[in-house]
Protein backbone atom coordinates (compact mmCIF):
# COMPACT_ATOMS: atom_id res chain seq x y z
CA UNK A 1 0.00 0.00 0.00
CA UNK A 2 1.33 3.24 -0.95
CA UNK A 3 0.40 6.86 0.38
CA UNK A 4 0.96 9.75 -1.69
CA UNK A 5 3.04 12.80 -0.23
CA UNK A 6 1.90 15.87 -1.25
CA UNK A 7 4.47 18.97 0.19
CA UNK A 8 2.96 22.02 -1.49
CA UNK A 9 -0.57 22.99 -2.38
CA UNK A 10 0.75 23.39 -6.20
CA UNK A 11 1.04 19.67 -6.44
CA UNK A 12 -2.72 19.51 -5.75
CA UNK A 13 -3.27 19.58 -9.69
CA UNK A 14 -0.75 17.35 -10.93
CA UNK A 15 -1.75 14.52 -8.84
CA UNK A 16 -2.91 11.33 -10.43
CA UNK A 17 -6.87 11.31 -10.80
CA UNK A 18 -7.08 7.78 -9.14
CA UNK A 19 -5.03 8.68 -5.67
CA UNK A 20 -7.24 6.80 -2.57
CA UNK A 21 -4.38 7.76 0.27
CA UNK A 22 -3.03 10.98 0.60
CA UNK A 23 -0.84 12.76 2.98
CA UNK A 24 -0.96 16.39 3.03
CA UNK A 25 2.04 17.60 4.56
CA UNK A 26 1.45 21.40 4.42
CA UNK A 27 -1.24 23.21 6.39
CA UNK A 28 -4.63 23.18 4.09
CA UNK A 29 -7.03 25.26 3.69
CA UNK A 30 -10.67 24.77 2.99
CA UNK A 31 -10.06 25.35 -0.74
CA UNK A 32 -7.18 22.91 -1.03
CA UNK A 33 -9.18 20.04 0.56
CA UNK A 34 -11.85 20.97 -2.42
CA UNK A 35 -9.38 21.25 -4.89
CA UNK A 36 -7.88 17.65 -3.75
CA UNK A 37 -11.32 15.79 -3.93
CA UNK A 38 -12.12 17.48 -7.15
CA UNK A 39 -8.74 16.28 -8.49
CA UNK A 40 -8.57 12.71 -7.33
CA UNK A 41 -12.67 11.80 -7.16
CA UNK A 42 -11.97 8.06 -5.28
CA UNK A 43 -9.51 10.04 -2.47
CA UNK A 44 -10.62 7.48 0.46
CA UNK A 45 -8.70 9.02 3.42
CA UNK A 46 -6.76 12.02 3.67
CA UNK A 47 -4.27 12.73 6.56
CA UNK A 48 -2.65 15.77 7.96
CA UNK A 49 -0.28 15.96 10.78
CA UNK A 50 -1.55 16.36 14.32
CA UNK A 51 -0.61 19.84 14.56
CA UNK A 52 -2.51 21.10 11.51
CA UNK A 53 -5.63 18.77 12.54
CA UNK A 54 -6.65 21.06 14.74
CA UNK A 55 -7.02 23.87 12.22
CA UNK A 56 -9.46 22.21 9.79
CA UNK A 57 -12.61 23.64 9.96
CA UNK A 58 -16.19 21.92 11.46
CA UNK A 59 -17.83 22.63 7.52
CA UNK A 60 -14.52 20.58 5.88
CA UNK A 61 -15.00 17.98 8.46
CA UNK A 62 -18.98 17.35 7.48
CA UNK A 63 -17.77 17.74 3.67
CA UNK A 64 -15.92 14.77 4.14
CA UNK A 65 -17.72 13.01 6.19
CA UNK A 66 -21.00 13.35 3.79
CA UNK A 67 -18.33 12.02 1.07
CA UNK A 68 -17.32 8.57 2.84
CA UNK A 69 -13.66 10.62 3.28
CA UNK A 70 -11.64 9.77 6.47
CA UNK A 71 -9.39 12.24 7.68
CA UNK A 72 -6.27 11.43 9.96
CA UNK A 73 -3.81 12.55 11.84
CA UNK A 74 -0.45 11.38 11.30
CA UNK A 75 2.90 11.53 9.49
CA UNK A 76 5.05 9.86 7.34
CA UNK A 77 7.81 9.50 9.26
CA UNK A 78 11.38 9.14 7.39
CA UNK A 79 9.87 9.96 4.30
CA UNK A 80 12.01 11.98 1.72
CA UNK A 81 9.60 13.70 -0.92
CA UNK A 82 13.18 14.21 -3.08
CA UNK A 83 13.69 10.50 -3.49
CA UNK A 84 9.88 9.19 -3.58
CA UNK A 85 6.42 10.90 -4.06
CA UNK A 86 5.03 7.74 -2.22
CA UNK A 87 5.37 6.47 1.22
CA UNK A 88 5.06 2.80 1.43
CA UNK A 89 3.52 0.71 3.72
CA UNK A 90 6.10 -1.56 4.64
CA UNK A 91 5.24 -5.45 3.50
CA UNK A 92 6.23 -6.61 6.63
CA UNK A 93 3.32 -5.05 8.38
CA UNK A 94 0.72 -6.12 6.48
CA UNK A 95 2.08 -9.56 7.18
CA UNK A 96 1.76 -8.89 10.27
CA UNK A 97 -1.85 -7.45 9.98
CA UNK A 98 -2.70 -11.08 8.47
CA UNK A 99 -1.32 -13.22 10.97
CA UNK A 100 -3.00 -11.30 13.80
CA UNK A 101 -5.82 -10.95 11.62
CA UNK A 102 -5.99 -14.59 11.28
CA UNK A 103 -5.28 -15.49 14.95
CA UNK A 104 -8.79 -13.75 15.61
CA UNK A 105 -7.05 -10.80 17.21
CA UNK A 106 -9.64 -7.35 17.74
CA UNK A 107 -8.99 -4.65 14.89
CA UNK A 108 -8.55 -2.18 18.06
CA UNK A 109 -6.01 -4.46 19.49
CA UNK A 110 -3.60 -4.67 16.27
CA UNK A 111 -3.69 -1.19 15.54
CA UNK A 112 -2.47 -0.44 19.18
CA UNK A 113 -0.06 -2.96 18.95
CA UNK A 114 1.66 -2.51 15.71
CA UNK A 115 1.15 1.68 15.93
CA UNK A 116 3.74 1.29 19.15
CA UNK A 117 5.78 -0.81 17.08
CA UNK A 118 5.49 0.66 13.89
CA UNK A 119 5.59 4.34 12.19
CA UNK A 120 2.16 4.38 11.63
CA UNK A 121 -0.92 6.17 13.99
CA UNK A 122 -3.77 4.15 14.92
CA UNK A 123 -6.36 5.81 12.65
CA UNK A 124 -4.08 4.64 9.40
CA UNK A 125 -3.81 1.25 10.71
CA UNK A 126 -7.55 0.81 11.12
CA UNK A 127 -7.88 1.81 7.85
CA UNK A 128 -5.42 -0.31 6.05
CA UNK A 129 -7.07 -3.09 8.94
CA UNK A 130 -10.20 -2.10 6.97
CA UNK A 131 -8.96 -2.66 3.77
CA UNK A 132 -7.24 -6.59 4.30
Request: proline residues 2%.
Amino acid sequence: MKIRVVSKRDEIQNLDTGEKVIHLAFRPSNEDIFNLIKRCKNVEVIQIPTSYRRTVSKSIEMFLDMQKIKLVEGDVWGHRKDINEYYSISPAIIEKIKDMKSEGIADDDIAAKLSREGKLNKEMLLYILGKS
